[in-house]
């Protein structure tokens, strides 16, 4: 697609600029290794169903690499990738909000884009960027429609940006298993900014490492967290089937959870308890 694009075309549409910090969000993205062979994100349940929610033919997680954009999850388009300078998405990662295109062939940016005056004949844009936890917009979410759209109300600007979120998350557990993999202290210092919860413990089950936004989950600090049993944040009534996995691990039994996710309940310091959402990762040193 951007392979049969005429460079006087290109010209006479604006491109966006590569952004001010531009080798810090690449190494930012870099850090989630999500073009790897190893990658194991699948987004694809999210392009769907954003795909339905929104009644579009086309919906998209793109990544914003130097000179191009891959499409890390797609649906209702052919192509893996694009020029960087013809994407949409290079203007949405710009934007401190959603990026809204009601129609591409009145907005002068976009109205000579070969994407709009070829297949995909882009007429409708909306692009949410996704940050990093250090603030750098490595990608987008956006849905796309062949027809012009009136308006994108504050529900689907909610709507659109609940779905980003989730996406977010899912990169991080991504994020968070590049992280591990090169080593615990790695991993830590990683861990450390994440908006995640991230705890480590040894096989006695005893904490190790207690991220910030533990902190605010919880209720314990760091001081109070590390060293003590993983039994503090799990409800009483769940300690013995926890111990159990453990004491199984230890001894060198295959943990079930690990590389899965999973909902239960957690208690807070205070003694009330919430529902998580429960990634685990482990490795050995």
């Not at 949409?88 to 062939?105: E, G, K, N, R, S």
């Not at 070829?118 to 692009?127: L, N, T």
Request: hydrophobic share 40%; with cysteine; glycine share 8%.
């Amino acid at each position: 697609m951007s392979a049969a694009t005429n460079p006087s075309v290109r010209k006479s549409m604006r491109s966006a600029p590569h952004l001010f910090n531009e080798d810090a969000r690449l190494a930012a993205l870099a850090e989630y290794d999500l073009l790897s062979e190893s990658d194991d994100v699948d987004l694809n349940e999210i392009v769907q169903l954003a795909a339905r929610l929104f009644d579009v033919p086309i919906a998209l997680v793109s990544l914003i690499e130097r000179d191009t954009q891959t499409f890390k999850a797609r649906i209702g388009l052919d192509v893996c990738e694009t020029a960087r300078d013809v994407s949409f998405c290079a203007h949405a990662i710009a934007q401190t909000d959603i990026l809204v295109i009601p129609d591409a062939l009145l907005d002068p940016r976009f109205a000579t884009n070969p994407l709009v005056t070829s297949s995909p004949h882009i007429r409708f844009y909306a692009g949410v960027p996704l940050r990093s936890p250090g603030g750098f917009a490595i990608g987008s979410l956006c849905i796309i429609d062949h027809r012009p759209r009136n308006g994108f109300s504050d529900r689907d600007r909610a709507n659109l940006q609940s779905l980003a979120r989730i996406v977010t998350d899912r990169l991080e557990i991504r994020r968070l298993a590049v992280a591990g993999a090169i080593g615990q202290t790695r991993f830590e210092n990683i861990a450390a900014t994440s908006p995640d919860g991230i705890i480590c413990a040894d096989h006695h089950g005893d904490i190790t490492f207690w991220n910030a936004a533990c902190e605010r989950l919880f209720g314990f600090n760091a001081d109070e967290a590390v060293g003590k049993s993983l039994d503090i944040i799990v409800p009483e009534r769940m300690r013995g089937g926890h111990g159990g996995g453990l004491q199984r691990v230890a001894a060198g039994g295959k943990p079930r959870l690990v590389g899965t996710t999973v909902e239960l309940d957690a208690a807070r310091q205070d003694g009330s308890e919430f529902p998580i959402e429960l990634s685990l990762s482990m490795w050995r040193e």
